[in-house]
């Protein structure tokens, strides 16, 4: 059957610091070294092997993909890196500390952005600090100003289908190392979780999530390696 590991990067400059992040290209905290490397170790203690790697084109995720494959004696497996992986845009809120947010806006409005399920927060203003539409990474693609978690969805899922799904139906066994609300597309396509539930979904920093699937690619079972 095929495999499929999921594993949100290892914490960030920005998680630590709690701000908005998003698109914007921080680097992981000692602590996030550790947690990638930690998860690679335990996958190679678990016996998982892989044949193919997906990650987004964010800092983050590709060190923390390349830590865990470093620790697994993988470091020359392929990789392929695409922005579709990225995290979901922030727009305006980008850069600010969420508890300062919430004391400005409101924690009932900075709950509405963070976690609902269609509504974006506030556009990113041109020319902001945090700006990434001259970003040469980006040059093939209308950067988002903004997005919510339905639209981080809706730009992951071609990815998925168009050259994920098809690696795994091949036989390739796949690791992706991306993003909280990346993650959370691929785990609600997956899972086939609710709107109303997707936004609840906790997806911790450097914890590899192991999907048991069929040859259809349904999910059968899906768990935490830490806890099998």
Do not use: C
Request: net charge negative.
């Amino acid at each position: 059957m095929p495999t499929l590991v999921l594993i949100r990067h290892g914490q960030s400059a920005w998680n630590l610091e709690n701000r908005f992040t998003g698109w914007w290209d921080v680097d992981v905290t000692e602590q996030g070294a550790a947690e990638a490397r930690a998860a690679g170790e335990l996958m190679a203690a678990k016996g998982l092997d892989f044949d193919l790697t997906f990650t987004s084109l964010q800092t983050r995720a590709i060190k923390t993909l390349n830590l865990a494959l470093e620790a697994m004696g993988r470091l020359w497996l392929p990789t392929e890196k695409h922005w579709r992986l990225n995290e979901r845009h922030y727009g305006g809120l980008t850069g600010l500390d969420k508890a300062e947010t919430a004391a400005r806006h409101g924690d009932e409005q900075v709950k509405i952005w963070r976690r609902s399920f269609d509504v974006p927060p506030p556009v990113q203003e041109a020319g902001s600090a945090y700006d990434l539409s001259s970003d040469r990474r980006y040059a093939d693609i209308d950067v988002p100003a903004t997005e919510s978690l339905k639209d981080t969805i809706a730009r992951v899922l071609p990815y998925w289908n168009g050259r994920i799904a098809p690696a795994l139906r091949e036989g390739n066994r796949v690791l992706i190392s991306a993003h909280g609300n990346s993650l959370r597309a691929l785990v609600k396509h997956l899972s086939n979780i609710p709107d109303d539930e997707i936004t609840g979904l906790e997806i911790p920093t450097g914890q590899p999530i192991v999907y048991e699937l069929d040859a259809d690619l349904t999910a059968t079972d899906r768990y935490y390696l830490s806890e099998r």
